[in-house]
Structure formats: structure tokens, C-alpha cells
């Protein structure tokens, strides 16, 4: 392990069924740093970040092989409690999916699974979360409304500050800004540069503009296959392999 | 020009259908509510039947047929939600489950006088609960569960899995996630398939009548082994069995207006559950 690891995978293979979506991915994702996961649609980005708090768990069907270390810990070894790890590597979805409670409910519900009952407590957490998230000001005199009554980047960033109230370590977006508008996806990548303070950010995204705006480091994958990692610098300006020229330039993709 | 004429007798001919069906439904009701809203009075909803049932009121009847539901739904309401629940949301897709799932749909199709005679075999000589009102309250739940089990399973299915994976990405285990973030959503549907499938048992003569349902018996039930009277099985009797028929009609249609009173309450009642839990919901 690398100095300043935070979450790596060593030679994960991924497969729906027959079909092998990762192909031998080892990634290390670095402590305190943004990285991006670009490639075209279907290269297995998603699949890769969501192997890294086991929401494919849930799917189907799969088989994974390989590691997932976090912290030098295996992720998947039989003695991980599953939640416990949900909690320490948070996840912020495509689509916004708030969830049908009031504002407030929705940042608290992390914690109240988690069997917090003190109300002043509580309420500090999320007027943290929030503000963490930008969004406090905009709901301060609103929290006990439907989160559904949001635009759709205040219900992302209210995913984003629901994760956080659970005090995550590592927080993993799948394409956060794919379903808003560019205003409300300026404000989320403010967000996401804000985060690296205090998280370790990994991120998949379909835009490469995004990716050169947020990330310290970006890993390009094609077909399941890792095709280069490296700072995001040199991948958009000096890029080693041709295939990966090739996509940030756009020729394909 | 010729769109719009297509359009007109598209409309039309779906239209038609509706007004058809709507007129035979009233003519139904209107039919019920006018012959046996004559002999409803507080003395027929609150006596027993006297003279050979050629007077007096039904209220044994009313009361059996509320007391045989009450059972049915204590089996029914929550095993079919447990299944459901199980089904939903734990079960791997196997070929199995898929079977399972199939034949509880099937089950549903399965005729009740068939519920009727395994309800005898089963409750009423095998486990020995004799003809009462428990092997007929036991028979009807069997009848209602494929109906609250298919009716829950919807209901879960209907619920987004962003809300499902939205709860496990915070830490939740599966079932905090079911209980607190699937649940309270699917309790409405689920409630609406419940009622539903109560009220077609409710409604039923079949399973009854040989598991528990008594001919004449102007008492209440006093205890789960006794028999009990029943509106549907009351008004299968005024209408086919009695010496008296013509002369009990109007009784048979009274008992035909309550029965069909009693079950629009049953649904009245969830629907008012529902907009509260709804209400709740929002806020």
C-alpha cells in the first residue's frame, strides 16, 4: 500500500452472470484527493465505484473477485459488517433520490438508524450537514417541507448533505450532475473541491470537462478495463496510451 | 378530416362501453336499493329472524358475517404481508420463487367452493374445529390470502429501489431500510388490496356453508367453536331454500342492501386510513 491510500482495488473482476464488466482493475484512490472515473458509457465506471461500498451486494446475480482495501482492510472479507462500512464510504447516486420525508427527516435518517434519539443533537448535525452541502441557506425556513418540493440540483445536494451527517470517510459520487442543470452541476463540483478537505472523493463521470475541473487524479476505462491512471493534468494534456488521446479528444465516445 | 372521424368513434365506442357498464351498475343497485330499502328499520338490522325467518330482523347474521371477517383477517392481513414482505424483498429470483409466485397467483383463480371443501377436510375433520365459526373464518382466509399476498406484492414492487438503496448507501442493514424507508410507503396499496381481498371474502357463500355457517340460529356465536349466521349465506337461503320464498323476498333483498352497505363501509373506512396515512406522509 502506497503512502496516502485511502481505497484501492487490486485485480477486481466483476461479472452479471456470464458477463465480465471489470476486467483486472487495480486502482488507488489517494487520501484527501478527488478522483475521476471517466470512459464511455458502459466501460464499467459505475460498476467499479459502486464495488467500492458493496452496493452491487444488492444486485443479482453478480460475483466479484479480487480486492477492495480500505484503509489495508479488505472490504469484502466475511468479518465486514456491511452498514458499518456504508457509513464510512457514503454514496451520492445518479439521480437524486431524495427520500419522500421532510428535509430535516432526510438528513437525519442516517442518524436516526444509526439509534441517535437526542433532538438538539440531531438538529446541530444537520444544520451542519446542510451547510456543508450549500444548502442551509436556501431551507433553513423550509426543513419540515417534502424534500420532493426541491429543483433538482437542492435534492442532490440534499443526497450530498444526507451522506454526510453520517460522517463519512470516503465519499463516492456515480455521476452526481448527469440528471441537472449546468448552474446546479457549478455549484456541486464548487462542492466536490470543498469536500477534499475533509473526504476522500472518488468520482465517475460521462463529462470530461468535469473531470478536468475536479479531479487531481483520473483513471480512464474502457470495456471493464483500466486504460490509464494518472494525475488529471497529464492525462488531458499528456496522455501515454493512444486510446485514451483518442477519447479526450473526442474520436469516440 | 378522416383523423378526426376515427378519433370521434374511438371515443365513442370507448364511451359506450363505459355508459353500459355504468347502467347496468345502477340499474343493479338502484334495483337493491329500492326493494330492500323498504324493510330495513332499526327492528332489522337489530333482531333476530323469528317465525321460520319470515320476520324479523337479521342481526345475527350481521354480526356473524362482522365477527367471521374479523378472523379472516387476522390470518389473511398479516400473513400475506410477512409473504409479500419475504417474497419482495429477501427471496433470491430463483426458478422456485418464480413458481411460488405463480401459484399463488393461480390460487387466486381456484374456485371457492373448492376453498369450501378443503376448508371441511382441513379445519373441520382433520384439526377437529368442528363446523364453527373458526374453521369458516380459517377457510376465508385462505380464500383472501393469494389476493393480500399478490395485492402487498405490488404494493412493495411500486416503491422506487432508489429509496431501498438510498437507506443501505447510509448505513442502513436491509430491514432498517424496509421498515422505515419501504414500509410506511407501501402500507397505503398494501391496505387497498387488503380491504379488497376482506371484502370478497366478506361477500362469500361457498367456503361457509359447509365449514361453520348455520341455516337458522336467532343467537350469537359465544364462543370460536360455535356456528354463526351469515349475510351471504343468509340471503342464499331467502332466495333458493326457504318454504316461503316469494314471501321472504323482501327480507332477501334487505339482507342483499346491508351486506352490500356493510362492505362499502369496509371500503369507505380504508379509504379514509389511507388519506391519513398519505396526509402523514407530506407533512
Known sequence: MKAGTKIETRHLNFYYGNKRALKDVS?????????????????????????????????????IEGKVLLDGKDIYSPKVDVAELRKKVGMVFQKPNPFPKSIFDNVAYGLRIEGMRDKRKIGKIVEKSLREAALWDEVKDRLRENAFSLSGGQQQRLCIARSLAVEPEVMLFDEPCSAIDPIATAKIEDLIEKMK?????????????QAARVADYTAFMMLGELIEYSE????????????TEDYITGRFG | MKKKITQFLGFFFLRVCLYTVLAVLLLFLFDIGSKGGKVISWEFLSQAPRRGMTE???????????????????LAVPMGMFTAIYLNEYAKQTRLTRIIRLSIRNLSGVPSIVYGLFGVILFVNVLRFGTSILSAGLTLGLLTLPWTITASEEALKAIPN???????????????SIRTNVLPY?????????????????????PIMFTGAAFYLPFLPKSLG?????????????????HAISQVRPLAYGT????????????LAVIIVRYRLRRVKRE
Not at chain 1, 489517494?30 to 466501460?43: D, L, R
Not at chain 1, 473526504?199 to 470530461?208: K, L, R
Not at chain 2, 342483499?256 to 371500503?267: D, R, T, Y
Open chain 2, 162 to 176: 432508489s429509496y431501498r438503496e438510498g437507506a443501505l448507501a447510509l448505513g442502513a442493514t436491509q430491514w432498517q
Open chain 2, 56 to 74: 324479523g330482523g337479521i342481526f345475527p347474521a350481521i354480526m356473524g358475517t362482522f365477527l367471521v371477517t374479523i378472523i379472516t383477517a387476522i
Open chain 1, 197 to 209: 478537505e475533509n473526504y476522500t472523493v472518488v468520482i465517475v463521470t460521462h463529462n470530461m470537462q
Open chain 2, 226 to 242: 360455535d356456528q354463526f349466521m351469515a349475510l351471504p349465506y343468509h340471503l342464499y337461503v331467502m332466495a333458493t331454500q326457504h
Open chain 1, 27 to 63: 486502482l488507488a484512490c489517494q487520501t484527501h484527493k478527488v478522483t475521476a472515473i471517466i470512459g464511455p458509457s458502459g466501460c464499467g465506471k459505475s460498476t467499479f465505484i459502486r464495488a467500492l461500498n458493496r452496493m452491487n451486494d444488492v444486485i443479482l446475480g453478480t460475483r
Open chain 2, 256 to 267: 342483499a342492501l346491508v351486506l352490500l352497505l356493510l362492505i362499502l363501509i369496509m371500503n
Open chain 2, 186 to 206: 407501501a402500507l397505503p396499496g398494501m391496505l387497498t388490496g387488503m380491504v379488497l381481498g376482506l371484502s370478497r371474502a366478506a361477500g362469500e357463500t361457498a
Open chain 1, 232 to 243: 488529471t493534468k497529464k492525462i488531458f494534456t499528456n496522455p501515454s496510451r493512444k486510446l
